[in-house]
């Protein structure tokens, strides 16, 4: 595919679905994770126009910053710190309406308001997480949970 996107206006989930299928062709037959997870976070940034986009891989026994597009982030995140460690540690997708509200949050940017937090599987474990994050407030919804969980499963594919 060309490297190059078509921005849908429209719905939330008429944008999803016009960009799943690009997203798809961007990483598919690419081996490289890096350049996946670049052209991930860039397809999502330049669609939806978030705050933050980014990933954060599993190192050892720390989240560290990997591909993202957005303003400087946290470097490390230990398990279960934060929006990115909690999602971490309990395995499951956290979407959090007012980040100043969460237990623990970890402000890279004080002009995030809202996060959504999607762990990312291969061959069953968690190798990583996709961080998005807002600067509105209750921004994120199940809409977004099924489609980042469904582009985060596009790299257990690959």
């Known amino acids: ?19 799943m299928p690009q997203i798809k062709g961007l990483i598919t037959g690419e081996a490289n994770l890096v350049a996946n997870l670049g052209n991930i976070t860039a397809a999502l940034k330049e669609q939806f126009n ?19 597009q957005g303003p400087v982030a946290c470097t490390r995140i230990k398990k279960g710190r934060g929006v990115c460690g909690t999602s971490w540690e ?11 509200k969460f237990p623990g949050h970890i402000a890279c940017s004080s002009a995030s308001r809202s996060e959504i937090v999607v762990p990312v599987f291969q061959n069953g474990q968690i190798v990583g ?11 994120f919804d199940a ?3 099924t489609y980042l969980e469904e582009i985060v499963g596009f790299l257990d594919q690959l």
């Open 1 to 19: 595919m060309a490297e190059d996107l078509i921005i849908q206006v429209g719905d939330k989930k008429t944008q999803y679905e016009s960009l």
């Open 50 to 68: 978030w705050l933050w986009v980014g990933f954060y891989w599993v190192v050892e026994d720390e989240l560290v910053l990997a591909p993202f």
């Open 90 to 100: 309990k395995g499951i997708t956290l979407i959090v309406d007012d980040v100043e």
């Open 129 to 139: 997480v996709l961080d998005v994050d807002s600067t509105e407030l209750a921004h």
């Open 143 to 145: 809409i977004d949970q």
